[in-house]
């Protein structure tokens, strides 16, 4: 009989522990084989929410590669009426008319049109960084409204401009995050009726997580600090500065598993840089998950409860990883205690990647409900190899361990300095129209003013 290796988890509750060869639940053997559903929801995909959509009136369950972070596109805002009198009416015009536009092809698209929106934004935001100056005292002034994509019914309002500049901001980091996912969906190229995903593909994708967590890391950074108490304390719990910094570093860790994958791909790759990879992996998602416990999500409910498994998951997972090319490399000693080390780690990464199809098939089942992707590229293979290895080295060394126990410890894994930060965004220059010194603004006629006023009072 295998012996038992026992070895405490950190995202597992004070007081528990895994225990190597335990067992399965026959749930997880259909972890990947869940029977489609009808639904309406969006998909969950390896970075962001992507919609799937109705053919033939058969809908597919959604397949979860990844978390979502909730997704917010703007509403009709009344902006003109407010900077009437204020600032120059060209200027009022061109603010209204970009969000207008970012209105409408959100709306149409569902913010697939991401080129098309992110240029919209990006002209948007230098406008919009006007009026956050005080000079011109207009950043109260304005109500600006925000729905949730996926609904449509939970509206986000704030008047104040920094407000609007972390709603821009932010749907500019989900925009990234979607482009990143688009590269990294497997796809036909070479007719041969296999799907892959080209080396090219994961190496943008890796610099569009930088780019996403460059984005939010502004947010908390600049951004959080300038909204008022009282607009701040009323912000969704995802638009807190925790949940920003957890999904930014989560990116990290992402854009590190895909680099990992591309050495599993590699050929010179040696099993210390792996090994490094997964360690940093590893070290990304422990303060990812630490950041979503430390802020205000609630991570008992819903999305946060989906959130903090998938992070989970993937942090067992990594660790499992990491004990595997760890073992890989102490095997290589001569000394019987150096191959008796590395069947510990074997052993472990097996329970390890246990675990964390455990954790999946928890994140798959906590609400929305979705469907893991199957298993494809250096992953599949990692999920074949690592059982196997485990099998073999503890065949070969098993009764080492039985015979001293004090054998039966599991080296820790070594500590590496993190390769990933996000990008240095900083907000662009104001718009040059807010330096002309061609401001001339006339008071409101007192005709438009009356009709300003029965407008309002339709509204009411």
């Not at 390896?46 to 959604?62: A, G, L, T």
Request: proline fraction near 6%; charged fraction near 25%; aromatic fraction near 6%.
């Amino acid at each position: 009989m295998a012996p038992l290796l026992t070895i405490a988890c950190p995202l597992h509750p004070a007081g528990s522990f895994i225990t190597a060869f335990s067992l399965l639940p026959s749930l997880c053997n259909q972890m990947l084989c869940l029977k489609p559903l009808p639904t309406n929801k969006n998909g969950v995909h390896f970075f962001y929410v992507r919609c799937w959509k109705e053919e033939e009136e058969e809908v597919e369950r959604p397949r979860s590669r990844g978390i979502c972070p909730v997704v917010r596109i703007p509403v009709q805002s009344d902006i003109q009426r407010p900077l009437r009198g204020l600032i120059p009416k060209d200027l009022a015009d061109r603010l209204s008319c970009i969000r207008n536009q970012i209105v409408l092809v959100a709306a149409d698209t569902g913010v697939s049109a991401i080129t098309e929106l992110r240029r919209g934004l990006e002209e948007y935001l230098s406008i919009l960084i006007g009026l956050t100056e005080e000079e011109h005292r207009l950043k109260g002034i304005i109500e600006f409204k925000w729905k949730n994509l996926e609904d449509g019914r939970h509206e986000t309002c704030g008047a104040n401009s920094w407000f609007e500049i972390l709603a821009v901001v932010h749907l500019m980091a989900m925009l990234t995050l979607s482009e990143a996912d688009s590269l990294m969906i497997p796809k036909d190229h070479s007719g041969s009726g296999l799907r892959v995903v080209p080396s090219d593909c994961k190496r943008d994708a890796v610099d569009l997580l930088l780019k996403a967590a460059g984005y939010l890391h502004i947010c908390v950074r600049d951004i959080l600090v300038r909204i008022p108490p009282d607009i701040k304390k009323r912000l969704p719990k995802d638009l807190q500065d925790g949940v920003l910094e957890a999904i930014a570093i989560q990116a990290l860790g992402q854009g590190t598993e895909v680099q990992l994958s591309l050495a599993v791909e590699c050929q010179k790759a040696t099993s210390s840089v792996k090994r490094r990879l997964a360690c940093e992996q590893l070290s990304y998602f422990s303060q990812a998950y630490q950041c979503l416990l430390g802020g205000d999500m609630d991570t008992k409910n819903g999305y946060g409860k989906k959130h903090l498994w998938f992070i989970k998951w993937k942090f067992l997972e990594a660790k499992a990883v990491a004990y595997y090319y760890h073992g890989l490399i102490l095997d290589k000693g001569n000394e019987p205690s150096c191959n008796v080390s590395a069947a510990c780690c074997f052993l472990a990464a097996e329970e390890l990647l246990s675990e964390s199809k455990k954790a999946c098939l928890n994140f798959c089942l906590a609400a929305p409900v979705t469907r893991a992707s199957p298993l494809g590229g250096s992953m599949k293979h990692l999920h074949q190899k690592i059982p196997e290895v485990a099998s073999r080295k503890s065949q070969m060394y098993g009764y080492l361990l039985e015979q001293d126990k004090a054998l039966q410890t599991l080296p820790d894994l070594p500590d590496f300095q993190l390769s990933l930060t996000p990008d240095d965004y900083q907000l662009p220059e104001r718009d040059p129209a807010w330096d002309t010194e061609k401001w001339e603004i006339q008071g409101q006629p007192l005709k438009d003013h009356l009709k300003d006023s029965e407008d309002e009072i339709e509204t009411e």
